[in-house]
């Protein structure tokens, strides 16, 4: 084999030395014809000679002549530029709820910007622009001349500076052996530039130059392309800028921090009028113009559009991670391909949510706050402060890894300097930023004073998601509690026990009493026995219906329907309806102790209102690439869970919350709800010791779920007076749906539930109770006093018999 590859490379050589030495040979016959040429031929000869060798030169630059010079952009690159684009998030009723984006950069056509910028982008830039085919020679040729008198000047073409722009010609493709050579590299950079450049303007319009360039320039202040620009710094569009402002950003072309009118505003004032000088020079305004012009101080509207500015922040950090297995498959990147992302959320609603979040925790954080004067409110269950609580979250601060690396974890040194006061920046209901002095630790038990909440509200027809709000503050709690936290749903987990009473026969009026209740059961082989009781603490002993021990939620009626059906039963109608996180097989399940989220809570009422149909709750509606082809839809499948009766039934029990008497709804006749022909039912929910509150409402058309607690759960309202879901998470779903209701333009979320069944129901479900007071009460505070419970049967013509 080795002899073999000597024969062959031994070949290569001896056929290479036949040709260079015939190469000479005519090289030294052309030469000394060369010699007896006149001189004004020789010139000529000389002239076409360099221009041939300058384009062999760029031609083999460009093709990476045996990898010497490093691959340029090819043919497909030119005509398909990739260049990071924000994408777009559009709301259901049509409006921007925001962007994604690496480089803040939205493209515009050349019929969107204005032609004094492109008038005063020429004239400072390349005055030659339209004379050119990418590089200007006479520029070049002075720029030579000046560094011959050790002046510099630039003589890129704008062209060119798209290439830079564009294609990053400099770092992003690689330089060849070549461009490890000394000085070579530059050379060999800026040649890339030339045939690139050229290569554009052989394939683009000069009109489309103008625009590719104005849409890949950086302006600074992370302003990438005009249209952000003019946003940034005048809150314009393109197509509005005028000639001191158009002047303003050409001026940052030629260094975005040293001529920023935001870090250097003479400077930049200065550059601005000199830019103008440029337009009197190319007869585009007149000296008087341009003197009237330099007379206007810059006047800025300057706002840097950041990532996550606007509306339900919260959504679109979620909808990030959710849409992250699509990119995946698909391989799009929502912070770079430009793509517009259409959303179920309605603008309209989202402010309604955020405003009655905001108007409500206001309240209950004046409540918590005089609730624990002088206390913190992290105590155990014996009213003491839980030890190291504070302590135990400030270890996990990133503050705290990098002083225990950069102390070697030696305690007092970290504890230190975890509690040196600084300036620092809190959050504040009244300023929602609070520049203030505190340490990290101090900071810490401000901040775990604050309680917090999360709504959400979605079609029980679609499942479309219509309104999301994560939590009070994004800025300072960027932990979505809508999707990703999950906490003890309490009494509303009583959804999925009468569901499960539902569908083993049982009926709304089937009658049952308020009694104590003993479970016992073995857990991990240990005995153990659970005897939960009332949120009032009293055992009536009165027999009641189904209807009404829902409606006003008494913990012994669940827990002996959980009993008899047994816990498992539970468990697989909550997934069926629509829970996705594993549950906890235990006996306190059936009261709400095992952790879910918001999102799938209020999903799973939602599948009850649409008739016992599941669907998967929708966030977008489709996503469009930069030319606008449809490159994803939702799964929109629904599937049967229950059969329409069992919900029909469950529907009934809702709808209960708002009409049995003393039933936890009824706290909604506080909000003007009931002028707009709309049928309310719901359920509260409040974990055992007031950490979590919740609250989800139902309507024919919407459905809207609410929840109030601690960030930790070891904080929270000592009392159900101040801390059940009625008092704390009702009140956001009264508010919120007072306004889409006011709101005409939403009116389609108005409307009753049906009357009258679509299929036959054999069981009874139209009873309502009647409370008689005992007369032999002792006083008027209710201490003593009995109440009968009758159950009122009312006519049911929708029943059976039909």
Same mark, same amino acid.
């Given at each position: ?108 056509? *050349? ?40 002046? &510099? ?23 060849? $052996? ?121 006047? /800025? ?6 990532? *996550? ?119 504040? *209901? ?7 002095? $505190? ?113 006003? &939620? ?89 059969? *329409? ?27 003007? /709800? ?101 007369? #032999?009460?002792?006083?008027? #505070? ?21």
């Amino acid at each position: 084999m080795w002899n073999k590859l000597i024969v062959f490379f031994s070949a290569v050589v001896r056929f290479v030395k036949l040709w260079f030495n015939k190469f000479i040979n005519w090289r030294k016959a052309r030469y000394a014809r060369f010699k007896g040429l006149v001189w004004y031929r020789k010139t000529g000869n000389i002239f076409l000679t360099s221009i041939v060798l300058f384009i062999l030169y760029l031609f083999i630059v460009d093709i990476n002549f045996l990898w010497l010079f490093g691959k340029s952009p090819g043919l497909s690159s030119i005509s398909d530029p990739n260049q990071s684009v924000a994408s777009i998030i559009y709301t259901s009723d049509g409006k921007v709820l925001g962007k994604y984006f690496r480089e803040n950069r939205t493209p515009v056509t *050349y019929e969107e910007i204005s032609p004094k910028l492109i008038k005063t982008l020429i004239a400072t830039e390349d005055e030659r622009f339209y004379k050119h085919f990418g590089i200007d020679f006479q520029a070049v040729f002075a720029a030579v001349k000046d560094m011959t008198k050790g002046k &510099s000047r630039g003589a890129s073409t704008i062209t060119q500076q798209l290439v830079k722009n564009m294609y990053k010609t400099r770092n992003q493709y690689s330089t060849g $052996l070549f461009g490890y050579i000394p000085g070579l590299k530059l050379v060999i950079s800026k040649t890339k530039e030339w045939t690139t450049a050229i290569k554009i303007e052989i394939f683009y319009s000069k009109q489309d130059i103008l625009t590719m360039y104005l849409n890949t320039v950086d302006f600074g202040s992370n302003s990438f392309g005009i249209h952000t620009a003019a946003k940034t710094f005048f809150k314009t569009t393109p197509a509005n800028l005028n000639y001191e402002q158009s002047a303003t950003l050409v001026g940052l072309l030629k260094a975005t921090t040293s001529y920023s009118p935001i870090v250097n505003p003479k400077r930049s004032l200065e550059r601005r009028n000199v830019v103008l000088e440029n337009l009197v020079t190319h007869n585009v305004i007149t000296q008087h113009e341009c003197d009237s012009l330099k007379e206007i101080p810059i006047r /800025l509207n300057y706002s840097v559009e950041q990532s *996550y500015d606007g509306d339900a922040l919260h959504f679109r950090a979620y909808l990030d991670k959710y849409l992250k297995e699509w990119e995946e498959e698909s391989g799009y990147d929502i912070y770079s391909d430009g793509l517009k992302i259409y959303v179920t959320i309605d603008s309209r609603m989202q402010k309604y949510a955020e405003e009655a979040v905001n108007k409500q925790m206001r309240t209950v954080q004046r409540r918590f706050f005089d609730h624990w004067r002088g206390q913190n409110p992290w105590q155990d269950e014996n009213h003491k402060d839980i030890v190291n609580f504070i302590e135990d979250i400030g270890k996990k601060t990133k503050y705290y890894s990098t002083l225990a690396k950069r102390f070697d974890n030696n305690k007092d040194s970290i504890d230190k300097y975890m509690n040196l006061p600084h300036r620092t920046k809190v959050f504040d *209901y009244d300023k929602i930023e609070k520049d203030t002095t $505190l340490s990290t630790m101090d900071s810490i038990r401000y901040m775990n004073h604050f309680m917090h909440s999360s709504f959400v509200a979605m079609e029980p027809e679609t499942g479309n998601v219509k309104a999301w709000v994560g939590d009070i503050d994004f800025k300072f709690w960027q932990y979505d509690k809508v999707a990703q936290s999950k906490r003890q749903p309490g009494s509303t987990f009583k959804l999925f026990v009468y569901t499960t009473a539902m569908m083993h026969g049982m009926s709304p009026c089937d009658m049952m009493t308020d009694k104590r209740v003993t479970w016992d059961y073995v857990e991990k082989g240990e005995k153990k026995s659970w005897s939960p009781h009332n949120a009032n603490g009293v055992f009536t002993g009165t027999t009641m219906t189904l209807k009404h021990a829902f409606g006003r &939620s008494i913990n012994t009626v669940a827990v002996q329907l959980a009993q008899e059906f047994g816990i498992k039963e539970i468990i697989k109608y909550a997934h069926l309806l629509g829970i996705q996180t594993p549950l906890e097989e235990q006996p306190s399940l059936c009261l709400g102790s095992s952790d879910v989220s918001l999102l799938e809570l209020v999903n799973s009422f939602g599948t009850v209102v649409n008739e016992g149909v599941y669907h998967e709750p929708i966030l977008v509606t489709r996503i469009e690439d930069k030319d606008g082809n449809i490159i994803y839809r939702p799964n929109t499948e629904q599937k049967r869970v229950i059969p *329409y009766e069992d919900a029909w039934l469950v529907t009934e029990l809702l709808k209960g919350g708002m009409t049995e008497p003393g039933a936890t709804t009824q706290a909604l006749w506080e909000w003007d /709800l009931f002028r707009y022909n709309t049928d309310f039912g719901g359920k509260t929910g409040t974990s055992s010791n007031h950490s979590d509150a919740w609250f989800v409402g139902v309507t024919k058309n919407l459905i809207g779920g609410a929840w109030v607690g601690g960030e930790h759960r070891s904080v929270h309202f000592r009392t159900g007076q101040l801390g059940e879901g009625s008092k704390t998470a009702l009140p956001i779903f009264g508010l919120f749906m007072e306004k889409v209701l006011k709101d005409e333009s939403l009116k389609q979320y108005r409307g009753k539930f049906p009357t009258k069944p679509k299929e036959p129901i054999s069981r009874n479900y139209s009873c309502h109770t009647y409370i008689r007071p005992d007369s #032999t009460a002792t006083d008027s #505070t209710g201490l003593d006093t009995e109440e009968d419970i009758e159950a009122v049967p009312t006519e049911n013509t929708e029943n059976a018999a039909e």
